[in-house]
Nanobody, 117 residues
Framework: QVQLVESGGGLVQPGGSLRLSCAAS????????MGWYRQASGKDREFVAS???????AYADSVKGRFTISRDNAKNTVYLQMNNLEAEDTAVYYC???????????WGQGTQVTVSS
């Protein structure tokens, strides 16, 4: 089992920045991918960014150049630095942890990000 605890959401004005954090605990010692998804009101959950424990990253086209994902393997923590935020980024952001071999995955509880003036 893997437990995920997210933090860092909040209200920010357009053009502002936020940093999300997600700490994983439990059986996290195997090859894995950590990432972020988001779900806006009335829409499906969508991929935002991911990073392997080797450091390979992937981003949704909508956030490229604005968001940066990183991780601290010693702390089993993944971060999402979000810059130049837009109203369209408003959503609940969910942390995801997936084992690379078995593809078993886990979700965090979600953290609200609201971009509004």
């Amino acid at each position: 089992q893997v437990q995920l605890v997210e933090s860092g959401g909040g209200l920010v004005q357009p053009g502002g920045s936020l940093r999300l954090s997600c700490a994983a605990s439990g059986r996290v010692f195997r090859s894995n991918v950590m990432g972020w998804y988001r779900q806006a009101s009335g829409k499906d959950r969508e991929f935002v960014a991911s990073i392997t424990n080797g450091g390979s990253t992937a981003y949704a086209d909508s956030v490229k150049g604005r968001f940066t994902i990183s991780r601290d393997n010693a702390k089993n923590t993944v971060y999402l630095q979000m810059n130049n935020l837009e109203a369209e980024d408003t959503a609940v952001y969910y942390c995801n942890f997936k084992f690379s071999v078995t593809q078993d995955y886990y979700w965090g509880q979600g953290t609200q990000v609201t971009v509004s003036s």
